[in-house]
């Protein structure tokens, strides 16, 4: 029923074609005269655009005078036809067949010759003239398809000629393979050409899918997150040697960056090629080195800048002695984590954040170097020096009054005392501006056990709780467990809160794909229970991290229960496992938050809706610090742990770089090996099927051709 429908409608669609033209054929002044209001159309379009645009639009001016001329070409012969041997119907068809045709072919190969002629500088420039010049690339593909769709349109009239005119059934036949042809080869070229024209809404034909094994095309997720947040423009300028692969990976990393921000551009200076422009930019810029990277941030009135040398750029790493054979072909790209670094640089006026991190109350040492220490915290020490941090460290005893204001953000790693009141008296004063500005605490607890009077419990920090509670957060004294981890059940993942709003569990979340963690031997921190009609707190807490929710977990806060043995009950008496792990996630990091001062103005009547000042981060607590240890940072889920600690600074700072961080990305050089014999088959086989093929193709063709 379909099919029989589907040919109705077609054939209903031809009977009014053929009643148009035939409508037409019996008005004389279509017959007689409509080519040539055609010539004389285009003949005008001619004379204005040589009248207003002159010897630059010369394209455009043999198009359209070739197309007059065409015009009343067709015109003559259709005046000129044999009446009787020719209907005015058929006449009509066969006139609209070649004018129509010569039409659309005109105006495509005007679109495909403008980039070649008028529009070459364009073209010719590469992406970033692309990019620029939007409207002319689309008017190029325009024209092209425009044409080749016109010309389609008009063979297709032919059809009714197809079985009485070997002529017109060639011409129908043979545009047709040639439509098909242009077609394939203009889609390819023209959305190859599109992935690199913004397009407002449809710029998702600028996406770039990386199947690189070393990731060649991709950047982190910080670094996106800093880009789509660049307020201010760059400009890199590339002095590096051609032909290069540090170059390539410059030049394909910057491509990269533009892709996410429309505020980075580059351009490169050749030694050879661009002397002069080279000696300009030494001159006003005074580039320590001739080989690197010149980042300029900012307006040409007031920028800023600095320079990557070369060196930075990449690293080799060094050849295993044990094994001389090994192959040394290949480097790390630093190039990402140096760009991002110099930007964040020169966007803070050329200052580094001062991170201090704190010492004498027994807190992981950052002179411990070992990779499996749970001690120490110098290689995480060592990881956050490599980003535009000036990195410190500050005693917190009964001397300390008052807190550097060099300290940007300061850093308690898991502290094993508690604080004397001189130190937390600094450190509150610190936190609440009141030596000046207002700073950041970093703090990382854990679970510290001791022995008094004959039992196990969680060492007293009272004056350490006292400052947390003055800032909403709420440390229980208590241990969680993971039953599924008979062995070790202090060991478990977190993840982040889906439900948070804060940008530090936003960073590690990403659709249903959740960042793990790896912490061990955690304490429950949580947001402070809000007490009934009291008035309202600028500060806040907000829950970051929970465990996670595949596995049972229960907090215990009897620390001489033995957690093996409590599992083992668990297996045995199922009701009393529901009971006692019944809790859900539990949380186990917050981040606070200090709401915005109102604005003054909202005080006058009218302007009560005046907006507050934005909030502003003050504290992350977590409720654990192995991850952050040797051990931890050196360990499986060492990248995510890094990149949860550098997220935390930055957001303490206000910066945009959140999540997973630039990491140095190794290059392999890949050799072919294969026998001489083996390049030679690789060259000619191939060559030799296809020809093979196409003499089969033609060979079936003519045998079934001959039946």
């Given amino acids: 029923m379909e099919v029989r429908d589907f040919r109705v409608n077609m054939s209903e669609s031809n009977n009014m074609n053929n009643g148009l033209i035939s409508g037409l054929s019996k008005n004389p002044i279509v017959m007689n005269f409509g080519a040539f209001l055609m010539a004389v159309m285009f003949a005008l379009t001619c004379g204005i655009i040589s009248w207003r645009l002159g010897r630059p639009a010369m394209a455009y001016i043999i198009w359209s005078g070739s197309l007059a001329v065409f015009s009343a070409g067709v015109g003559f012969v259709l005046g000129n036809r044999n009446r009787e041997e020719t209907s005015p119907e058929n006449a009509l068809r066969i006139g609209l067949i070649f004018l129509g045709g010569g039409i659309g072919f005109a105006t495509a190969i005007l679109g495909l010759f403008l980039p070649l002629m008028q529009y070459s500088d364009i073209f010719g420039g590469g992406l970033a003239q692309w990019r620029k010049n939007p409207n002319t690339v689309l008017l190029c593909a325009g024209l092209l398809f425009g044409g080749l769709a016109l010309m389609f349109g008009s063979v297709m009239l032919a059809k009714n000629f197809e079985k009485s005119s070997v002529g017109l059934r060639r011409l129908l036949y043979g545009t047709n393979a040639f439509l098909t042809g242009m077609l394939l080869l203009t889609v390819l070229g023209v959305v190859n050409v599109l992935a690199y024209v913004p397009m407002g809404k449809l710029d998702f034909f600028n996406r770039t899918f990386d199947f690189t094994a070393s990731g060649l095309y991709s950047i982190s997720e910080s670094t996106q997150n800093f880009l789509s947040n660049l307020k201010e423009p760059v400009k890199v300028y590339v002095l590096l040697p051609g032909n290069n692969l540090i170059t390539v990976e410059t030049e394909t990393l910057l491509e990269t960056f533009k892709t996410h921000t429309k505020n980075i551009t580059w351009s490169s200076v050749s030694r050879d090629l661009d002397a002069q422009e080279l000696a300009k930019l030494q001159e006003k810029y005074q580039i320590p080195d001739p080989l690197g990277l010149l980042v300029v941030y900012g307006s040409d009135q007031k920028p800023v800048y600095d320079f990557i040398k070369y060196p930075d750029l990449y690293s080799i790493p060094q050849q295993d002695p044990r094994n001389p054979n090994a192959d040394s072909g290949s480097f790390q790209f630093l190039g990402e984590a140096q760009l991002i670094k110099t930007i964040t640089f020169l966007s803070e006026g050329k200052s580094q954040t001062g991170v201090f ?35 410190d460290k500050i005693t917190l005893d009964r001397n300390t009054k008052k807190i550097p204001q060099e300290a940007d953000v300061l850093v308690m790693a898991r502290p094993r005392f508690d604080p004397p009141p001189q130190a937390i008296d600094a450190l509150r004063n610190y936190l609440r501006g009141t030596d000046g500005k207002k700073g950041h605490l970093l703090l990382l607890l854990d679970v510290e056990v001791e022995q008094l009077a004959g ?34 059940p202090s060991i478990m993942t977190i993840m982040a809160s889906d439900k948070s709003n804060n940008p530090i569990a936003k960073a590690f979340l990403k659709g249903r794909s959740a960042t793990l963690f790896l912490f061990d031997g955690i304490r429950t921190v949580k947001p402070l229970a809000r007490v009934p009609n009291a008035p309202p707190n600028p500060i806040s807490a907000e829950e970051i991290l929970l465990t996670d929710p595949r596995i049972p977990v229960w907090a215990e806060t009897d620390m001489g229960a033995n957690p093996q043995e409590i599992i083992a009950e668990l297996r045995k008496d199922e009701k009393k496992a529901q009971q006692k792990l019944q809790g859900g996630q539990l949380p186990v990091a917050v981040a606070v938050m200090e709401k915005g001062a109102a604005d003054p103005l909202a005080q006058i009547p009218g302007h009560e809706g005046m907006a507050p000042t934005e909030d502003k981060p003050r504290m992350v607590v977590f409720g654990d610090a192995s991850w952050a240890s040797n051990e931890g940072i050196n360990g499986r889920f060492g990248e995510s742990s890094l990149s949860l600690f550098n997220t935390s600074i930055s957001w303490l700072r206000d910066r945009a770089d959140l999540g997973a961080k630039p990491k140095g990305q190794e290059r392999k050089d890949y050799k072919f090996n294969v026998a001489e014999d083996a390049v030679t088959r690789l060259k000619f086989l191939p060559l030799a099927m296809m020809l093979l093929s196409v003499i089969g193709l033609g060979g079936a063709i003519w045998i079934v051709r001959r039946r």
């Fill in 455 to 488: 039992k196990k419990q969680v060492i007293p920090m009272p004056n350490l709780k006292v400052l947390l509670r003055e800032f909403q957060v709420d440390v229980a004294d208590d241990q969680i467990y993971n039953p599924l981890n008979e062995r070790k």
């Fill in 357 to 391: 991190f704190t010492q004498g109350n027994g807190e992981l040492s950052i002179d411990d170097k070992n990779p499996g220490s749970i001690a120490g915290i110098g290689t995480l020490y060592d990881e956050t020096a490599k980003g535009n941090f000036k990195l």
